[in-house]
């Protein structure tokens, strides 16, 4: 399958800047930084009870006190395929390296999609310093989903439909961020005949989750999908042990100027207004991957009780594949083959 083909010289000038960004990130990794964010702990413990035979969900997990998010002693927030996707770095080096893999794929997938913008794109995405922390400093979970959702956007390019499929499924099982993507994506291959393809996206997706589903249904559910809406609503700034932490989602402003949250359902019904109005004014596929982008800010401000800065990345990397396509192309996919 000959995914990543490009010209010589432009593949030589893009894994020029890969290996660029790789070093850079190797070196924030193996720096002594005095405060490191909760999320390395959570990925090291819970690759580290995968290993041993243990569920990562429900685990009892060990965070510096000052680090510690209320109520989340007991819960891992990611999908499985975060942690079967780090396990094998886990094992033998630090996990942040499986993240730093995760940043190569999405660079490679960008500059593989054929678009005449492909390789500056994906060089800014390797450079771009927001890049650069959220795989090392503060890791960033959806950098797993983010990579199989551009291996799939690579793949689906090129006409490889299974392949493009299974990948999609993978990405589903990896972050709650990708499902919120996932309606623009069904739309397109559903509007093009697509339904085994679809239903195999589904199927493995499933595969992928349902041993931990099954494992312990109550807190899979819990961790996954209750905890981030049940968290406690922090105002719009608050005061934390190692600095400010921001929060300019709706309940944060809400919190912040009303002093009260704006119930789920409420936000829920504004979401899902902004998504059928956006699939419907989606009649292409490129105009999908555009939708989807602007969708999936919505969701991240609209849905959520709190706000993480690296939420932003999976959208910026959908605008980015989009930018690139959207300059024009030599082959067939999301958009017409130049004449």
Same mark, same amino acid.
């Not at 679809?198 to 595969?207: E, K, P, Q, T």
């Not at 609209?302 to 082959?331: D, H, K």
């Given at each position: 399958?000959?995914?990543?083909?490009?010209?010589?010289?432009?593949?030589?000038?893009?894994? $020029?800047?890969? %290996?660029?960004?790789?070093?850079?990130? #190797? &070196?924030?990794?193996?720096? /002594? *930084?005095?405060? @490191?964010? !909760? =999320?390395?702990?959570?990925?090291?413990?819970?690759?580290?009870?995968?290993?041993?035979?243990?569920?990562?969900?429900?685990?009892?997990?060990?965070?510096?006190?000052?680090?510690?998010?209320?109520? $989340?002693?007991? %819960?891992?927030?990611?999908?499985?395929? #975060? &942690?079967?996707?780090?396990? /094998? *770095?886990?094992? @033998?080096? !630090? =996990?942040?390296?499986?993240?730093?893999?995760?940043?190569?794929?999405?660079?490679?997938?960008?500059?593989?999609?054929?678009?005449?913008?492909?390789?500056?794109?994906?060089?800014?995405?390797?450079?771009?310093?927001?890049?650069?922390?959220?795989?090392?400093?503060?890791?960033?979970?959806?950098?797993?989903?983010?990579?199989?959702?551009?291996?799939?956007?690579?793949?689906?390019?090129?006409?490889?439909?299974?392949?493009?499929?299974?990948?999609?499924?993978?990405?589903?099982?990896?972050?709650?961020?990708?499902?919120?993507?996932?309606?623009?994506?069904?739309?397109?291959?559903?509007?093009?005949?697509?339904?085994?393809?679809?239903?195999?996206?589904?199927?493995?997706?499933?595969?992928?989750?349902?041993?931990?589903?099954?494992?312990?249904?109550?807190?899979?559910?819990?961790?996954?999908?209750?905890?981030?809406?049940?968290?406690?609503?922090?105002?719009?700034?608050?005061?934390?042990?190692?600095?400010?932490?921001?929060?300019?989602?709706?309940?944060?402003?809400?919190?912040?100027?009303?002093?009260?949250?704006?119930?789920?359902?409420?936000?829920?019904?504004?979401?899902?207004?902004?998504?059928?109005?956006?699939?419907?004014?989606?009649?292409?596929?490129?105009?999908?991957?555009?939708?989807?982008?602007?969708?999936?800010?919505?969701?991240?401000?609209?849905?959520?009780?709190?706000?993480?800065?690296?939420?932003?990345?999976?959208?910026?990397?959908?605008?980015?594949?989009?930018?690139?396509?959207?300059?024009?192309?030599?082959?067939?996919?999301?958009?017409?083959?130049?004449?």
């Amino acid at each position: 399958m000959r995914l990543f083909y490009r010209n010589s010289a432009s593949a030589l000038a893009a894994a $020029a800047v890969i %290996v660029a960004g790789v070093v850079a990130r #190797v &070196v924030l990794i193996v720096l /002594p *930084f005095a405060y @490191v964010p !909760d =999320v390395f702990y959570y990925d090291t413990q819970a690759v580290g009870a995968l290993l041993a035979g243990t569920n990562p969900y429900g685990h009892a997990y060990l965070v510096p006190a000052a680090l510690t998010t209320a109520g $989340a002693g007991n %819960v891992f927030a990611y999908l499985p395929g #975060v &942690v079967e996707f780090l396990a /094998p *770095f886990g094992a @033998v080096t !630090d =996990v942040r390296v499986g993240l730093v893999a995760c940043d190569v794929l999405v660079a490679i997938s960008l500059f593989s999609l054929r678009g005449k913008r492909s390789w500056r794109v994906a060089a800014v995405y390797t450079l771009l310093p927001t890049s650069i922390l959220f795989s090392t400093w503060y890791p960033n979970d959806t950098l797993v989903g983010m990579a199989l959702l551009g291996l799939y956007l690579a793949a689906r390019e090129r006409g490889h439909r299974w392949a493009s499929s299974a990948l999609l499924g993978l990405a589903l099982a990896s972050s709650q961020l990708v499902w919120l993507f996932y309606p623009f994506l069904l739309l397109t291959e559903l509007k093009a005949g697509k339904v085994r393809e679809s239903a195999l996206a589904v199927m493995v997706a499933a595969a992928a989750v349902a041993p931990f589903a099954v494992w312990n249904p109550t807190t899979f559910l819990s961790d996954t999908v209750s905890f981030e809406f049940l968290r406690p609503v922090q105002g719009l700034l608050t005061q934390e042990p190692f600095g400010f932490n921001v929060n300019p989602t709706v309940n944060g402003v809400a919190m912040t100027f009303l002093g009260y949250a704006i119930p789920l359902v409420v936000r829920g019904g504004v979401a899902l207004a902004a998504l059928l109005l956006l699939l419907w004014k989606s009649p292409t596929p490129l105009k999908a991957l555009f939708n989807g982008s602007l969708f999936l800010m919505v969701g991240i401000f609209v849905l959520p009780n709190n706000f993480s800065w690296w939420y932003l990345e999976l959208p910026l990397m959908t605008l980015m594949a989009w930018f690139a396509l959207s300059g024009g192309r030599t082959g067939a996919g999301f958009t017409p083959a130049n004449p």
